[in-house]
């Protein structure tokens, strides 16, 4: 069965660095397209970052360019997800979640594209 484990969430002080981890198990062919997510208390799930299947195509959130990182080892089936200069408003749950994508020049923001998704894992900013 496919799983995504997420892990790294915690508690950072505002301008603070965190990353986070998404291990997958259980896929019965090469991990694909996969996605970060995450959504605040009272607020609507919003897309963060995704990398293609090779790692070679990566795009970002608007409004978080410049400080989240994503990065991929498919040798060890990992995703990465580097968070830097963190405020309050990243506050939130963390999900990775994999996608069927099928191309490797780009990777979906659209959460229906994603059909397996991690727990999640907490991050919190407050000082």
């Known amino acids: 069965q496919a799983q995504l484990v997420e892990s790294g969430g915690g508690l950072v002080q505002p301008g603070g660095s965190l990353g986070l981890s998404c291990a997958a198990s259980?896929?019965?062919?090469?991990?694909?397209?996969v996605g970060w997510f995450r959504q605040a208390p009272g607020k609507a799930r919003e897309w963060v970052s995704c990398t293609s299947r090779s790692g070679h195509s990566t795009h970002y959130a608007n409004s978080l360019k410049g400080r989240f990182t994503i990065s991929r080892d498919n040798a060890k089936n990992i995703v990465y997800l580097r968070m830097n200069d963190l405020n309050v408003d990243d506050t939130a749950v963390y999900y990775c979640a994999a996608a069927p994508w099928g191309v490797d020049s780009s990777c979906p923001p659209e959460a229906y594209e994603y059909d397996v998704w991690g727990q999640g894992t907490q991050v919190t900013v407050s000082s």
């Open positions: 259980g896929f019965t062919s090469d991990l694909d397209a």
